[in-house]
């Protein structure tokens, strides 16, 4: 009941996240099938260049959105207007798609760093494997940040309208 009712208020960080996956489904198909562990280990090492700034770069983002959730929760407590629990479980929804695509960017990161071209002993399918969840791990970071976002922007929205005299916003 939880997640559904986590779902159905936030449509757009939903539609958002599974856009961003079809795209990188997408983009996936049109690189086409991979048939060779060699060409899985270059299709790694050139997925390896993008992906470390690409990692490092969520990695950071999800940092400060931690850490200004934080501030906002602070801001929030120390405020004479009152805030319904919607606003709460938004920052607490923020907070769990920001650890999560932080999680991920860290496991990815990880992965980058490990000399693939240097594992001679590995069954053939293992690189290509490799390569698909490498590929699927950044999408999905990036799907992830992408909902925070929106969710980030609508609860932002929510707490203006809130703290705003009048009804311009």
């Given at each position: 009941m939880a997640f559904t009712s986590t779902i159905r208020n936030h449509v757009w960080a939903t539609v958002v996240?599974?856009?961003i996956?079809?795209?990188?489904?997408a983009a996936r198909r049109a690189i086409g099938r991979v048939y060779s562990s060699a060409q899985a280990t270059?299709?790694?090492e050139a997925l390896a260049n993008a992906g470390l700034y690409l990692g490092s770069a969520i990695v950071t983002a999800?940092?400060?959105?931690?850490a200004l959730m934080l501030?906002?929760?602070g801001m929030i407590k120390r405020m004479d207007a009152?805030?319904?629990t919607q606003t709460y479980r938004n920052i607490d929804l923020i907070a769990r798609l920001a650890t999560a695509s932080l999680m991920i960017g860290l496991v990815v990161l990880l992965a980058f760093t490990l000399p693939v071209g240097e594992f001679d002993e590995m069954p053939d399918d293992w690189f290509v494997r490799l390569y698909d969840g490498l590929f699927a791990s950044c999408v999905v970071m990036v799907g992830l940040v992408g909902a925070t976002v929106t969710v980030l922007y609508r609860t932002l929205r929510r707490v203006i309208e809130l703290m705003t005299p009048g009804e311009d916003v």
């Open positions: 996240f599974a856009l996956c079809v795209l990188g489904f270059d299709l790694i999800s940092i400060t959105t931690l501030t906002l929760i009152e805030f319904d």
